[in-house]
DNA sequence: CTCAGGCGTCG
DNA sequence: CGACGCCT
């Protein structure tokens, strides 16, 4: 976002950046600001909250294609002209009033406004790693100041430097250590945790970001949180476990999760969570009909528009052509709770088992393979992602090729009852989703099927089997030597954007039987797929003498 | 510096 | 066909 913003705002007439990232410890004075903000609107003459969300939150998300640079400044300029205008108005009571409540100016803390020229800013920026964020926070302290004596050059130095120094000079771990000791004081290790819950509060939460469209990266970190805990989470599914302590729970879910660890913490101290039981009734609906395949941001509010609460409410809506239902949206609502079920490793074996048999036995040339979290050995999976290849289809490009060997493929597992034409997502040539059932199975499982290209099958192996780290650190590694490493292949990239077959430089894809050459290509020492696991392969690759600065930071 | 790229749907 | 939304 920050990179997309200073391109765009490098050529601009208008002298203005946006100072962020901040160190994570001001996270909290972040986020009280913005409620503070809120709270100033009705003394505020200008929409103080539209004005510094608009401009941190939807440059970004706008659309590129549809619009031009020059609409896109335009906006731009309006956004800064605005931010002007309120900063203009701020009274000497108003400071006050944020004075009193050991706060600096909640909007020059979430942005500042500097000219052009200013030397700071960039170094600035550059020091915005974690280790380092007081290195920021000093710099952005400093800009604070200047913008307050400039704004109120009588009243304002003591007042406000203190409390901003305040605000940024706890370290991050420290808030972090305090909030778990805090946390481990009010809660007993063995009470009981309603983990259900806890799981249906980080997925609304993390739906709450996608419904506002605020930045991808928060909605992340609920992701990531409640990963975490799938394996307990699995295991209360299916029997294995009846209740979750909340030791347990601590050991699933690392510290640094500060915020939903703060969410997490709420629900068990006082059984609500604020910020999703405020939420209006129709938020409410937003949310839940987030979670019908197929329907993204913008249809959910549509769809509330048109007056949808309830998941039953959509059908009758659609035959009133209010709203107008897809194919994918009825399949999602059909099979609503199985797509979000998680799948047993002995379920997975089975499928890949039907699969591989069904594929063989109708042409002995197909290979293929089940990807993700399984070929890592873990114990559940969330889809069933296959990836395919025969030598008829060699060249990316080749749609004639894909479309007939994917027609096959279809037919194929349909004829094993494996898949059904009623429950198809998607199908195009390279990749086909649906939802499968293992015979005499009930439960209905998202089944993701991709094509490769002949040559990039190891590729393809290696670049969606993760886990993530791993991938990151061999793609750096392939970087530092001038190459490129994606799912397709490894080669030179190349960077004129006419006639280049897989994003390669012509003649400099390296051509691999096996995902063991692509480690020896990079120098690495070979890992099976259940040892790309960050806990295993890490220790190993250290003690081979890997440079692993780059994996430091997550 | 991190999905891009593939699909369906609608106009 | 292009634009858009959604998904992985």
């Known amino acids: 976002m920050h ?8 050529p601009s007439p208008v002298p203005i950046r946006l100072l962020s990232p901040f160190p994570r410890s001001s996270h909290r004075g972040y986020f009280s600001s913005v409620r503070l903000l809120e709270e100033m609107r009705a003394d505020a003459p200008v929409k103080i909250k539209i ?15 549809s619009r031009t640079k020059a609409s896109l400044l335009a906006e731009w300029d309006l956004e800064v002209a605005r931010v002007r205008a309120w900063s203009a108005r701020v009274d000497s009571s108003l400071l ?25 800013s960039t170094t600035a920026r550059q020091e915005s790693t974690p280790s380092k964020g007081a290195g920021v926070a000093t710099a952005l302290t400093t800009r604070l100041q200047g913008e307050v004596d400039h704004l109120h050059p009588s009243n304002s130095r003591q007042r406000l430097l203190q409390p901003s120094k305040r605000l940024f000079s706890t370290s991050h771990s420290n808030i972090i250590e305090g909030r778990k000791q805090a946390l481990t004081e009010r809660i007993a290790a063995d009470a009981v945790v309603d983990l259900q819950q806890v799981m249906a509060d980080l997925r609304d939460l993390e739906l709450l970001e996608k419904l506002h469209k605020t930045t991808v990266k928060a909605a992340a970190g609920f992701k990531d949180a409640s990963r975490c805990l799938y394996p307990l989470w699995h295991d209360v599914d299916q029997g294995k476990k009846s209740k979750v302590t909340f030791a347990e729970l601590q050991e699933a879910l690392p510290p640094i999760y500060s915020v939903p660890w703060t969410h ?3 629900r068990l101290t006082s059984g609500t969570n604020s910020k999703l039981s405020t939420l209006s009734e129709k938020d409410k609906a937003a949310l839940l009909l987030l979670r019908v395949y197929n329907i993204g941001s913008s249809r959910s509010e549509a769809f509330v528009a048109a007056g949808a609460r309830t998941l039953e409410d959509l059908e009758p809506l659609a035959r009133r052509k209010k709203i107008s239902l897809v194919r994918a949206h009825k399949i999602g609502l059909r099979h609503f709770d199985d797509i979000e079920r998680l799948i047993p ?5 089975a499928f890949d088992a039907a699969l591989r048999g069904a594929l063989r036995k109708a042409d002995p040339l197909l290979e293929c393979e089940l990807l993700g979290s399984f070929r890592r050995q873990a114990s559940f999976s969330s889809d069933v ?12 490009d080749d749609e004639e090729a894909a479309a007939s060997l994917m027609r096959r493929i279809v037919e194929v597992l349909e004829g094993e009852n494996l898949l059904d034409d009623e429950n198809r997502l998607m199908f195009g040539p390279k990749k086909y989703a649906g939802l499968a059932r293992l015979p005499g199975n009930k439960h209905y499982r ?8 002949y040559h990039s ?3 393809l192996l290696l670049g969606c089997s993760g886990d993530a780290l791993l991938m990151k650190l061999l793609r750096h590694a392939a970087k530092k030597r001038g190459l490129c490493l994606n799912e397709y292949g490894l080669g030179e990239k190349y960077t004129a954007d006419d006639q280049n077959p897989n994003g390669f430089k012509p003649g400099t894809l390296r051509v691999v039987k096996d995902e063991r050459e692509i480690f020896d290509l990079l120098g690495f020492p070979y890992l099976t797929p259940k040892e790309r696991d960050y806990a295993v392969w890490r220790p190993r690759y250290e003690r081979a003498g890997v440079d692993l600065s780059h994996v430091h930071k997550l």
């Open 3 to 10: 990179a997309y913003l200073r391109r765009l705002c490098a």
């Open 51 to 65: 004005a510094y969300r608009r401009i941190i939150t939807s440059l970004p998300r706008l659309s590129l294609k």
């Open 96 to 120: 006050e009033r944020w004075t009193a409540k050991k706060m600096c100016l909640p909007s020059v803390t979430a942005f500042a406004v500097e000219q052009e020229g200013a030397p700071k």
């Open 264 to 266: 997490i913490a709420e």
């Open 345 to 349: 490793r002995s379920e997975m074996m």
């Open 385 to 396: 992602d296959l990836v395919v290849r025969h030598k008829s289809f060699v060249n990316k």
């Open 446 to 453: 998202r089944i993701d099927i991709r094509l490769a290209p």
């Open 457 to 459: 099958y190891p590729y």
